[in-house]
Each structure stands twice: as structure tokens, then as C-alpha cells.
């Protein structure tokens, strides 16, 4: 890596950590010991997020790290060049970036990890291969660990390579504010398989597979299909409501100890679980309908209705203007979202396009505004409006979640059937009781 590299890779990195500071509300890692330094290393992670998960390594890696990235990214020269000497990518093949029926050829990508691995370095490979927001862990391609015996080989089984899982868990994978749990786990000794390598290359391959996608679905939120995903989805709603959790950490932790409870429920009582569901279904959908959520429908009906409604309409009154200047003067926020719905790209690009634009046009925006009202109206004023700026920004998403609460509460009021939803949701509650999912 020449200096240049490492001044643009720090570079890079430092902004990284500044706009993930803006957009994201918290980014917590646990474990991070379990990152070595000096030492080669593979980083293995869960992939729900394309383009943000490789970037939240660079930041918490104590060492520089080369990512593997898809062929079809290499074969423009300016692509390839940004990815080479820029991003320290590695290319490797899919089923899709050669001809039909032609075989995939790897060996190269092999050959170039096992240098960079010789040189105790850090790479990045996602082993489910694809990324995709749902919850769960996808199939893992072997491809991590024939990188990592064909290197651990090449160091005669003494160089000390470790593979790293990671179990990346976003509250909401595509939207601003939102927060990230990075869960490390306990470093794989790939020396370790040594002598199951000798007797079968293919069966220390399936060893170091099943190990690492065993950890993955410990370290992360990972269900089975949609419909246990659904139905952790309403035990986290009702959880939520009855304070069996307070932060996004308190709700991991519920997640990781409620999925065994469903899934062996699931086996050894499937006609309770199916049963379970469709009572979910029948208490949730017409609150989704509605756009209402458990909290609100069922907290709802223990409050003063009416000094309420008086404290919206006076909230309404005195923060709306609020509301409508801090829109005006910042409307450049709502840019990145406009960009991205016009792109119509996939969900899990979300997150980096809002970034990217976010990085590239605020900064110019608020330049060329500021610079307008200083030059023309001198210090004092720019001052001023920078200062009204930033304070009716402030006001604009909790003027929006209020309003969005007023309306929620409005349509509680009315639903149809409440009385039998409210008998629906205490059923679900002793269910949820009975099977210790609350």
C-alpha cells in the first residue's frame, strides 16, 4: 500500500465515521476484543445491508482491510481502478459474471487472498454472498473457508488465521436516525482444523461452514422464514407495549432468547403455533389497516382523551409555523429520499444512496447559502439565519411524530370492533404468557 493509498483509505474512513455519525442514532459493537491485530484475519459478517455493512468494518477494523467484491464491478477500467487501487478490493466470480455453462474460476481470487492473508492482513467477505434485509441467515457459500484452509495451508497450519463472525443487527435498515448493534463473536481457529484437512479437505470445509453459520445465528436476528419472522415480529410489538424492553440493545437481547422458544414450539407443537398466528393475525391486521399500533390502541384507552386532543390543538398552533419555516430553510433534507425513489433501487441500497447524496448535496447547499446571505447581508445576519436554520430543523421530525401520534390516537377512537380487539390482545397475552415469550 503506497502512501497515497493509505492517505485517501484514512481519509475515507474518518468521513465514513462523521456521516455515520449524522445518520445513524447510535452504533454500539460488542465484543470488540475479539478483533485481532496483527494477525491474518477474515471478517465474516451477515450481509442485511449492501453497501453499509463493508464500510462499518473499515471503521471498527483495527487494521486496513481488503474487500472481496463482484467481478462485475472490475471489468470497466475506471471502475476497476477505483476498486483496486482506492477500495482494495478483490474481485471473485458469481453463477451471473461468466457465460451459461461455463465454470466458475476462482483460483486467482483464492490465490490473492492467501497473499494478502501471508502478509497478515484483513479481509472482508460476506459469506452468504448476497445481501438482502430480511432476517435471517442465508445460505453460506464455502468459498470463506476454502480462502482460509487454502491460506492456513500455505502457512502450514502455524500462522494463526482466524475467521470473525459478525452479527449486524439494524433497527431499521433503511432509515435516518435509525441504530446498529454490531455483535462480534468469538474468532475461529482455521489451525485448528489441521488434521480433519489432512483426512478430508472437503469435511474441514463443511466443518468451518457449519461453525460459522452456527455463530452467525447466535450473534444475529435470524428466523426461519416469514411467517416465524412475523410472528417475532407481533411478540416484539406486545413486549414492546407492556415494557418487557426499553432500547434497541434491551430488544436484541429479547429477540435472541424469544427465537428458540418459537421455533421449538413450532416442532413440537405445530397446531399451537399455527393456532398462535392466526390469533396474532386476526388482533394485528386491522390495527394495520388502520395504520395504529399496540401501544397506542391499547394505551390509549387508559388516558384523558380530551386534554389530549386540547394539548394537540394548542401544539398545533404554536409549532406549525415552526414546522413550515424549518421545512423551507432545510428542505435539502428530504432530497436523498427523492433521489432514491426516482432511482426504483433495491431496498438494500437505501441506506448508502441517502448517505451519498446526503455527503455530496447538503454540504454544497448550505455552502452556497450561507455564502449568498453573508455576502449579501453581512455577518450579523448570516449568523441569524444560520441560527434560525438549525433551530426549526430541529423542530421537523418531532413535529412529524407528533402529528403522526395525534392521527393514530384520532383513529383509535373510532376503530371498529374495539371491544373485541382488546379481547383479542388480552388472549394473545396470556398465550404469550403461558409459552414465557413475555
Known amino acids: 500500500m503506497t502512501l497515497l493509498q493509505k492517505i485517501i483509505y484514512i481519509y475515507l474512513n474518518n468521513l465514513a465515521k462523521i456521516t455515520f455519525w449524522v445518520f445513524f442514532r447510535r452504533i454500539t459493537i460488542l465484543n470488540k476484543e475479539h478483533i485481532p491485530k496483527n494477525t491474518p484475519t477474515l471478517l465474516a459478517p451477515n450481509h442485511p445491508n449492501t453497501m453499509v455493512d463493508p464500510i462499518l468494518m473499515a471503521r471498527i477494523s483495527p487494521s486496513w482491510i481488503h474487500f472481496l467484491a463482484n467481478y462485475g464491478l472490475f471489468k470497466k477500467p475506471l471502475t476497476k481502478f477505483l476498486m483496486t487501487k482506492i477500495f482494495f478490493s478483490i474481485p471473485v466470480k458469481r453463477p451471473k459474471d461468466v457465460a451459461p455453462g461455463e465454470m466458475i474460476n476462482n483460483l486467482t481470487t483464492i490465490k490473492l487472498c492467501s497473499q494478502v492473508l501471508a502478509k497478515k492482513g484483513t479481509i472482508f467477505m460476506g459469506p452468504e454472498a448476497t445481501s438482502y434485509t430480511y432476517r435471517r441467515i442465508r445460505p453460506l457459500k464455502d468459498g470463506i473457508a476454502r480462502i482460509a484452509l487454502t491460506a492456513a495451508k500455505r502457512g502450514k497450519f502455524s500462522s494463526g488465521l482466524v475467521i470473525i463472525p459478525f452479527g449486524t443487527n439494524y433497527s431499521s435498515p433503511t432509515h435516518f436516525r435509525s441504530e446498529i448493534i454490531m455483535n462480534i463473536g468469538e474468532p475461529i481457529q482455521v489451525d485448528s482444523f489441521k488434521d480433519l484437512y489432512k483426512k478430508n479437505k472437503t469435511e474441514a470445509a463443511q466443518a468451518i461452514m457449519d461453525t460459522l453459520r452456527t455463530r452467525l445465528e447466535n450473534l444475529s436476528v435470524h428466523t426461519e422464514d416469514e411467517i416465524e419472522n412475523q410472528l417475532l415480529i407481533w411478540c416484539e410489538t406486545i413486549a414492546k407495549t407492556e415494557k418487557k424492553y426499553n432500547s434497541f440493545s434491551s430488544k436484541l437481547e429479547y429477540d435472541l432468547n424469544t427465537i428458540p422458544i418459537l421455533q421449538e414450539l413450532r416442532v413440537n407443537n405445530p397446531l399451537e403455533f399455527e393456532s398462535l398466528w392466526r390469533l396474532c393475525y386476526s388482533y394485528f391486521s386491522p390495527l394495520k389497516q388502520e395504520n395504529i399500533t399496540d401501544e397506542i390502541f391499547f394505551r390509549y384507552q387508559e388516558k384523558n382523551k380530551s386534554s389530549f386532543h386540547l394539548l394537540f ?126
Open 313 to 438: 390543538i394548542i401544539g398545533f398552533i404554536l409549532f406549525t409555523p415552526i414546522y413550515l419555516i424549518g421545512c423551507l430553510l432545510n428542505f435539502i433534507w428530504f432530497f436523498p429520499k427523492f433521489i432514491f425513489d426516482q432511482l426504483n433501487l433495491y431496498e438494500g441500497y437505501t441506506s448508502m444512496v441517502k448517505i451519498l447524496t446526503g455527503l455530496i448535496f447538503i454540504p454544497i447547499f448550505y455552502a452556497i447559502i450561507f455564502s449568498i446571505i453573508g455576502f449579501s447581508f453581512g455577518l450579523k445576519w448570516l449568523f441569524i439565519y444560520i441560527l434560525i436554520t438549525f433551530l426549526t430543523g430541529l423542530a421537523i421530525l418531532p413535529y412529524h411524530d407528533f402529528i403522526e401520534l395525534w392521527k393514530m390516537k384520532l383513529k383509535a377512537t373510532v376503530i371498529k370492533d374495539k371491544e373485541k380487539l382488546l379481547t383479542l390482545r388480552n388472549q394473545i397475552l396470556n398465550s404469550f404468557q403461558e409459552q414465557n415469550l413475555i
